[in-house]
């Protein structure tokens, strides 16, 4: 069973960064598709970010230029960095894991079977 546990949310200003992690309880990363999903209150789970077995990849129209994912397959750690945040990212973020390698151009939530608790992220106007 894999465990996800997601780290580094809280309350920045717009225009602030923060560093999400999240953390395996098995290694994975060097097989798995890893993904950052967010949902705001009222609103429908999205992707963010997914990176794949090989290290390629995806992000959402709305956070190109300004989210970075990464994994650190010897740490087991998946990281998002988050610059130049907007009230708009406002969400809980997740981290979820599917148990293949390839992720797609745009991951769907559905696809993957392993999911963290959430950690906030806050962006004040």
């Known amino acids: 069973q894999v465990q996800l546990v997601e780290s580094g949310g809280g309350s920045v200003q717009a225009g602030g960064s923060l560093r999400l992690s999240c953390a395996a309880s098995t290694y994975i990363y060097s097989k798995y598709c890893m993904g950052w999903f967010r949902q705001a209150p009222g609103k429908e789970r999205e992707g963010v970010a997914a990176i794949a077995s090989d290290g390629s990849t995806s992000y959402a129209d709305s956070v190109k230029g300004r989210f970075t994912i990464s994994k650190d397959n010897a740490k087991n750690t998946l990281y998002l960095q988050m610059n130049s945040l907007k009230p708009e990212d406002t969400a809980m973020y997740y981290c979820?894991?599917?148990?293949?390698?390839?992720?797609?151009?745009?991951?769907?939530?559905?696809?993957?079977?392993?999911w963290g608790q959430g950690t906030q992220v806050t962006v004040s106007s």
């Open positions: 979820a894991a599917r148990d293949v390698g390839f992720c797609g151009s745009s991951p769907k939530a559905f696809l993957f079977g392993y």
